[in-house]
């Protein structure tokens, strides 16, 4: 048997812009070609991005994915590349035997060459399940394709059909395959690229073939794609490896003798820390130029909130592009202050001054606020600054709220809740001074000034919005309170399950009543990267209105 080349084109892909991910697909192409690659494989849903919602439902946009990957196929042909199979994934509109429109379109993996579709696969098992669900817009395959490439035969599947048992894989185990080959559009969660690996070696050991994982990367909306594709044998051995969040062709030989594996590059793993900061600037990244946006504005308070989404706004698009603004009131401190100012430098960004006080006095003089509504004012008056800022030149405004805050509601609607974009939304307290430490210590390993001012890991958090003002003035210290959260939003438990953990009555009363207080702050918080097996939004559903609340003594 022949030895075969095959490449995986790692690239990140753009829901809703046809054209642009069509040029992508011939640029790699040619980059394959280039390589003496005999197959090339693109991810899931290459042509129309991914995930794409309900656009798979409009007849206008299954014309054009359909029209475009014959185009694609054509344009492959003419340019002297017909020899070279191009597995893509596109939104299967038509049926396979007579080309009659279906029902409802099929997340398709489609084979061209010579100028032609050579071969298709209609994914089997759809996910219905966390940020998933494509029962609403796909129809399932029924079928088990097989290509054949210089006498090796290939077995191909999508994403899903590998997670679950039964479908297509199981019967690619009794076709005596060479490879099998997956296109995947699988979004980062911290920890799941073990779990990724252990499934393929399972699944690679049951079809007696190495297992070939192309994954998309990049960020869209709130999902971040990390990449990470590689290959890996039935024996368990990882054969060949991308890097994670960038795009990459990853070159592997599929031996004459099936015995004797060849090995390909193979990328470093990551720390979980490095994976969970390249998850959020990657989704940031994404938002930010999928959208049009050139630079983005945030409040810059001193605090280790928004240092650290500032650091993230710098390392994803540049500090040239980044415009902070400190909005001190009568209560802020001089060190914060003086740390705003210290950030800024270190990252250079932008940095103005913007006191608050006037525009709050000019409120008070007409509303005489106390208590929690002048706290809140306080806010507001700093959240219609950014906006203005934004409509006047243009940048994105960035929330730096995280998931503890997110989790309790310790935030204003319409003040610090502003923005179109969250980074850390995703990130609790804990691990955002984890992230923050992680951050400087990669800045000194490569000889670079740290960019966080350590007063601002170090101090005491506070929203400054009252004399001498501490966040645990309102909320039990962070360590404990992410450990509720975690045990309450993570994994479902309610007051029996968190007191049986250990955690003081008066604790878990006070954390779950907040929590169930803040699901309508949630609603309106901006969407930001997902990174943990359940963020809040499309993972976590619960109604805005509803009487429930845990039993406070379940026998």
């Given at each position: 048997m022949a030895e075969l080349r095959?490449?995986?084109?790692?690239?990140?892909?753009?829901?809703?812009?046809?054209?642009g991910n069509v040029s992508k697909i011939l640029e790699?192409?040619?980059?394959?070609?280039?390589?003496?690659?005999?197959?090339?494989?693109?991810?899931?849903?290459?042509?129309?991005?991914?995930?794409?919602?309900?656009?798979?439902?409009?007849?206008?946009?299954?014309?054009?994915?359909?029209?475009?990957?014959?185009?694609?196929?054509?344009?492959?042909?003419?340019?002297?590349?017909?020899?070279?199979?191009?597995?893509?994934?596109?939104?299967?509109?038509?049926?396979?035997?007579?080309?009659?429109?279906?029902?409802r379109p099929t997340n398709r993996a489609a084979v061209l060459s010579h100028g032609l579709i050579e071969a298709a696969y209609d994914k089997h098992h759809l996910p219905n399940y966390g940020v998933f669900d494509e029962f609403r817009i796909f129809a399932s395959g029924d079928t088990t394709t097989v290509i054949d490439v210089k006498g090796r035969?290939?077995?191909?599947?999508?994403?899903?059909?590998?997670?679950?048992?039964?479908?297509?894989?199981?019967?690619?185990?009794?076709?005596?395959?060479?490879?099998?080959?997956?296109?995947?559009?699988?979004?980062?969660?911290?920890?799941?690229?073990?779990?990724?690996?252990?499934?393929?070696?399972?699944?690679?050991?049951?079809?007696?073939?190495?297992?070939?994982?192309?994954?998309?990367?990049?960020?869209?909306?709130?999902?971040?794609?990390?990449?990470?594709?590689?290959?890996?044998?039935?024996?368990?051995?990882?054969?060949?490896?991308?890097?994670?969040?960038?795009?990459?062709?990853?070159?592997?030989?599929?031996?004459?003798d099936d015995n004797e594996p060849h090995y390909g590059e193979i990328a470093p793993e990551l720390e979980n820390d490095h994976e969970v900061y390249q998850a959020v600037v990657t989704g940031l990244r994404g938002y930010i130029t999928k959208n049009g946006f050139k630079s983005v504005v945030l409040g810059l308070s001193g605090g280790i909130d928004s240092a650290i989404v500032a650091v993230i706004c710098a390392d994803a698009i540049g500090g040239e592009n980044v415009y902070g603004i400190s909005m001190p009131s009568v209560y802020s401190s001089?060190?914060?202050?003086?740390?705003?100012?210290?950030?800024?430098?270190?990252?250079?960004?932008?940095?103005?001054?913007?006191?608050?006080?006037?525009?709050?006095?000019?409120?008070?003089?007409?509303?005489?606020?106390?208590?929690?509504?002048?706290?809140?004012?306080?806010?507001?008056?700093?959240?219609?600054?950014?906006?203005?800022?934004?409509?006047?030149?243009?940048?994105?405004?960035?929330?730096?709220?995280?998931?503890?805050?997110?989790?309790?509601?310790?935030?204003?609607?319409?003040?610090?809740?502003?923005?179109?974009?969250?980074?850390?939304?995703?990130?609790?307290?804990?691990?955002?001074?984890?992230?923050?430490?992680?951050?400087?210590n990669h800045a000194i390993d490569n000889g670079e000034i740290p960019p966080i001012p350590e007063s601002s890991i170090t101090k005491p958090p506070s929203a400054e919005l009252r004399p001498g003002q501490v966040d645990q003035d309102s909320l039990p210290p962070y360590d404990l309170l992410d450990a509720v959260l975690d045990a309450h939003i993570e994994n479902s438990e309610g007051r029996q399950e968190l007191e049986a953990r250990g955690f003081k009555p008066e604790v878990v009363d006070k954390v779950v009543s907040l929590v169930d207080r803040a699901e309508w702050k949630r609603r309106q918080y901006p969407l930001g990267p997902k990174v943990t097996a359940l963020a809040f939004g499309r993972d976590r559903r619960v109604p805005i209105t509803s009487r429930w609340r845990e039993p406070q003594n379940e026998q």
């Open positions: 095959i490449a995986i084109a790692q690239i990140d892909t753009c829901v809703g812009d046809i054209e790699w192409s040619r980059k394959a070609a280039e390589q003496n690659a005999d197959v090339v494989v693109f991810p899931e849903m290459t042509i129309t991005g991914y995930p794409i919602e309900d656009l798979a439902l409009r007849a206008s946009f299954q014309r054009a994915a359909e029209a475009a990957l014959h185009e694609t196929a054509e344009q492959l042909n003419s340019e002297g590349l017909g020899d070279l199979r191009v597995i893509v994934g596109s939104l299967g509109a038509l049926t396979l035997s007579d080309h009659v429109p279906m029902d035969r290939l077995g191909l599947a999508i994403c899903e059909d590998i997670w679950q048992d039964g479908g297509p894989v199981a019967e690619l185990e009794k076709l005596g395959i060479s490879a099998l080959i997956t296109l995947n559009g699988s979004p980062f969660e911290e920890g799941k690229s073990d779990v990724r690996l252990g499934l393929a070696q399972r699944r690679a050991k049951a079809v007696g073939a190495p297992l070939i994982y192309a994954n998309s990367t990049g960020g869209q909306d709130d999902l971040v794609f990390d990449g990470g594709s590689f290959v890996v044998a039935p024996g368990g051995e990882v054969l060949a490896r991308a890097p994670m969040f960038t795009e990459h062709l990853l070159l592997w030989d599929l031996a004459e001089d060190h914060s202050k003086d740390d705003a100012e210290d950030l800024a430098k270190r990252i250079g960004a932008h940095y103005t001054v913007q006191p608050i006080a006037p525009m709050v006095d000019a409120f008070q003089g007409q509303l005489h606020l106390e208590g929690v509504s002048e706290e809140n004012l306080q806010a507001r008056v700093r959240g219609i600054i950014l906006m203005a800022a934004s409509n006047m030149h243009g940048h994105l405004v960035i929330a730096t709220g995280n998931k503890s805050e997110l989790a309790v509601g310790y935030s204003t609607i319409y003040g610090d809740a502003v923005g179109g974009y969250a980074p850390i939304k995703d990130v609790d307290k804990s691990r955002v001074w984890e992230l923050s430490r992680w951050r400087n």
